[in-house]
């Protein structure tokens, strides 16, 4: 069965804090990795990675996958209260079908 | 602009009552998807489409069900609700060929 596990399950920090989330997954005929944000409303889209080593990045947020390792990290550096969500991790896989499996999340609440 | 739509945001129901979950999007996707989270919990595909006249059950079991008539629109049905239909119902779309899934804003089911 396709598993993806997110890691912590919930963070607090302080205001200019560099954070780090962790996914890591377990599925079949991989496609693709991507992170969401979710705020009070609906998931955002942030990243979609699908070659390991590569980083994509965006203002503070910057993500890499490891098809080796079979993880994902998520890295927001000079943490804001803005940035306080749940953080999605997402894998799709081959084969047709081109439905998504999701971790847990990890919440994130970044104090003043 | 393009977007995703859900409607009701909120929805406060009786047992028994019979209840349409609206969804559209003005993306011109022909990809749509329903999840199903409860608080804290992962994000559980229960129907997906691929083109009009097409719909799959997804991976969770939902006594609710959808239909697809025209493009743009993905209505959820739930003939007679119950205390255990209580969740938040997101809705989805992607392209053809691509897995980045885009999100509507979400109805808050409540089955009193």
């Known amino acids: 069965e396709d598993k993806v596990v997110q890691s912590p399950l919930s963070l607090v920090v302080h205001e200019g804090d560099t954070v780090t989330l962790n996914c890591s997954y377990e599925?079949?005929?991989?496609?693709?990795l991507l992170w969401y944000k979710q705020e009070k409303k609906a998931p955002t889209f942030l990243f979609m990675l699908?070659?390991?080593?590569i980083e994509k990045k965006s203002g503070r947020l910057s993500s890499i996958l490891d098809k080796k390792e079979l993880f994902s990290i998520l890295n927001i550096t000079a943490t804001q209260t803005g940035d306080s969500a749940i953080y999605l991790c997402?894998?799709?896989?081959?084969?047709?079908?081109?439905?998504?499996?999701f971790g847990k999340g990890t919440k994130l609440t970044v104090n003043p | 602009e393009a977007d995703i739509y859900q409607t009701p945001r909120y929805l406060v129901i009786g047992t028994g009552k019979k209840i349409t979950l609206e969804c559209s999007q003005t993306?011109?996707?022909?990809?749509m998807y329903w999840y199903q989270q409860d608080p804290g919990m992962e994000l559980h595909l229960i129907h997906y489409?691929?083109?009009?006249?097409?719909?799959e059950k997804g991976d969770l079991s939902s006594e609710s069900t959808v239909s697809r008539i025209r493009t743009e629109h993905f209505p959820l049905t739930l003939e007679s609700a119950r205390p255990s239909h209580t969740s938040q119902y997101l809705c989805?779309?992607?392209?053809?060929?691509?897995?980045?899934?885009?999100f509507g804003p979400g109805t808050r089911l409540l089955v009193l």
């Open positions: 989805a779309s992607s392209g053809s060929g691509g897995e980045t899934q885009y």
């Open positions: 599925v079949t005929n991989f496609r693709s």
């Open positions: 699908t070659s390991s080593g």
């Open positions: 997402a894998v799709s896989t081959q084969g047709g079908s081109e439905k998504l499996v």
């Open positions: 993306m011109g996707h022909d990809k």
């Open positions: 489409s691929y083109g009009v006249n097409s719909t």
